[in-house]
C-alpha cells in the first residue's frame, strides 16, 4: 500500500515524539511492504516564526492533498504574548475547521504494566478502557462574539457557545455508533440543568437514541461527570461530549492510566483526510530535553493505521510493542512512578521499534518450524 501522510510536527515536545511517530510508520512500511511518503507542513508557534501566521495556506495544501495527518503539538511561553488571533493554538483551531475534522476520539485504556503510574488505587482502574468521543469544530471555542466589550462604561467580555441541531447530532449519531461497537453503553454529558444548548442536546440525544435500541443511554450533568470518572471510571464505555467539556474531561481521564503521554487522539472528518494527533501539548517545561513520552504520538500513528488506512493488523502490532517495552519495564520519567531509572524519548522510541521489528523476527522463526 503507498499512503501520503502530512506532518505537523509544531512545536516543544511536538517536534520530539513526531519524529519517534515517523521512526515506527518506517519501519512498518519495511516490516509489512507498504510506502509512507511524508509531506512536512509548519503550525504553530515555528509557523509564526518563520511565516507570520500560526496556519499558512501551504499546510492547508498539504494536509487536504495527504492520506492523513499526523500532529505533534503546538504552543510555550515564547508566544504567550502575540494577540489572541494569531497565538500557535489558533493554527490547531483552523486546521479543524478546514480539514472538518468534527470529532475527536480519545481511547483510555489500562495498562497492567503501568499500575503503579496511576495516583488512583488499583482496583479503581484495573480494566478502565472507555471512549470520549468530543465534539471539536464548534462551541464556546469558535461561537461569534469572543471578544472583549465595553457595556454601560465598563470593561467586559463575551464569548459565545453556538451550534446547530445538525452539528449536533452528527456528533451523538457518531457516539451510538461507536457504542454500538463496543460495550453498548453511552454516556451523554451536558450540562442541561443551566445551559439551553444542551437541553437540545439532550433532546437530540433522545431522538437519535430510537434509532439505536441496543445501545443503552443515560444522561450525566457534567460537574458529576468529573466526580464519576475518578469514583468509579469503570462505569463507562463510550462518552460523548460537547467541545469544551470534552476537551476538560480527557484531560481528566488521562490521570486513570498515568500520564498524559499515553493517550492518543483521533481527529475524525466524513469526506477528506484524519488527523491523529496526542492528547497532550508542547510541554515547554521539559521541551528539548529528551524527556517526553512518546508513546501518546506512536499510538496516534497506530490509530492512523486502523482507522484511515484499514491496516488492522499494522496497527496491533505497533499497540503490541508499547506494550511490549512497559511490560520489560521501560519507563519515560512520567511514567516512572516509583521506578528508580527513566529511559530518553530516543531510547523508548529505538526499543518500541526493536520489539516491533524482532516480532517479524520471531513470527519468520516461527514459521520456519510450522
Ligand atoms: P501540556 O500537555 O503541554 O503539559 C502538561 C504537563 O504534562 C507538563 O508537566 C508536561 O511536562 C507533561 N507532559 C505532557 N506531555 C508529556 C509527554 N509526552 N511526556 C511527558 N510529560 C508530558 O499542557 P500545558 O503545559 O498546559 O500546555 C503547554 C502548551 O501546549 C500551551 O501553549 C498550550 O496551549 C499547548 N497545548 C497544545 C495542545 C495541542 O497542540 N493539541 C494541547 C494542549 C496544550
Same mark, same amino acid.
Not at 501522510?5 to 510508520?25: M, Q, R
Not at 472507555?130 to 465595553?150: A, C, D, H, N, W
Not at 445538525?166 to 457518531?174: G, T
Not at 499515553?262 to 483526510?273: E, Q, R
Given at each position: ?8 510536527p ?5 517536534k ?62 515564547k ?8 497565538r ?14 468534527y ?32 465534539? &471539536? ?9 469572543? *471578544?472583549? +466589550?465595553? #457595556? /454601560?462604561?465598563? $470593561?467586559?467580555? @463575551?464569548?459565545t ?20 461497537q463496543?460495550?453498548?453503553?453511552l ?7 443551566? &445551559? ?9 440525544? *433522545?431522538? +437519535?437514541? #430510537? /434509532?439505536?435500541? $441496543?445501545?443503552? @443511554? ?29 476537551d ?26 484524519s ?5 497532550h ?53 512520567d ?28 513470527s519468520?522463526?516461527?514459521?520456519a518450524?510450522?
Amino acid at each position: 500500500m503507498k499512503k501520503s501522510i502530512a506532518v505537523l510536527p509544531g512545536d516543544g515536545i511536538g517536534k520530539e515524539v513526531t519524529k519517534g511517530a515517523i521512526e515506527i510508520l518506517e519501519a512498518v512500511g519495511q516490516r509489512f511492504g507498504h510506502e509512507f511518503e511524508f509531506q512536512y507542513g509548519e503550525i504553530g508557534g515555528s509557523a509564526i516564526d518563520n511565516t507570520g501566521t500560526p496556519l499558512p495556506d501551504k499546510t492547508v495544501q498539504v494536509c487536504k492533498n495527504s492520506d492523513a495527518v499526523l500532529l505533534g503539538a503546538v504552543g510555550g511561553p515564547k508566544w504567550d504574548s502575540v494577540p489572541a488571533h494569531s497565538r500557535p493554538e489558533r493554527g490547531l483551531l483552523k486546521i479543524r475547521k478546514e480539514l472538518d475534522l468534527y470529532a475527536n476520539l480519545r481511547p483510555i485504556s489500562f495498562y497492567q504494566s503501568l499500575s503503579d503510574s496511576s495516583p488512583l488505587k488499583k482496583e479503581l482502574v484495573e480494566g478502565v478502557d472507555l471512549l470520549i468521543v468530543r465534539e &471539536l469544530t464548534g462551541g464556546l471555542y469558535f461561537g461569534k462574539p469572543s *471578544e472583549r +466589550v465595553t #457595556k /454601560d462604561g465598563e $470593561d467586559a467580555v @463575551v464569548d459565545t457557545l453556538f451550534y446547530t441541531k445538525e452539528e449536533i447530532r452528527k456528533i451523538i449519531e457518531l457516539g451510538f455508533k461507536l457504542a454500538s461497537q463496543r460495550k453498548k453503553k453511552l454516556t451523554s454529558v451536558d450540562k442541561a440543568n443551566v &445551559l439551553e444548548s444542551s437541553r437540545v442536546w439532550r433532546e437530540t440525544a *433522545e431522538e +437519535v437514541a #430510537k /434509532d439505536y435500541p $441496543d445501545v443503552t @443511554v443515560e444522561h450525566m450533568l457534567v460537574d458529576n461527570a468529573a466526580m464519576q470518572l475518578i469514583r468509579n471510571p469503570k462505569q463507562f464505555d463510550v462518552i460523548v461530549t460537547e467541545n469544551m467539556f470534552g476537551d476538560i474531561l480527557s484531560d481528566e481521564a488521562s490521570v486513570l492510566t498515568g500520564s498524559l503521554g499515553m493517550l492518543p487522539s483521533a481527529s475524525v472528518s466524513k469526506f477528506g483526510p484524519s488527523l491523529y494527533e496526542p492528547i497532550h501539548g508542547s510541554a515547554p517545561d521539559i521541551a528539548g530535553q529528551n524527556k517526553a513520552n512518546p508513546i501518546a504520538m506512536i499510538l496516534s500513528s497506530a490509530s492512523m493505521l486502523r482507522l484511515s488506512f484499514g491496516l488492522e493488523e499494522e496497527a496491533a502490532a505497533v499497540e503490541k510493542a508499547v506494550e511490549q517495552v512497559l511490560e520489560n519495564g521501560l519507563r519515560t520519567g512520567d511514567i516512572a512512578g516509583s521506578a528508580s531509572e527513566s529511559v530518553t524519548t530516543e531510547k523508548m522510541i529505538a526499543e518500541i521499534k526493536a520489539a516491533l521489528l524482532d516480532q517479524e523476527a520471531i513470527s519468520n522463526i516461527m514459521g520456519a518450524y510450522a
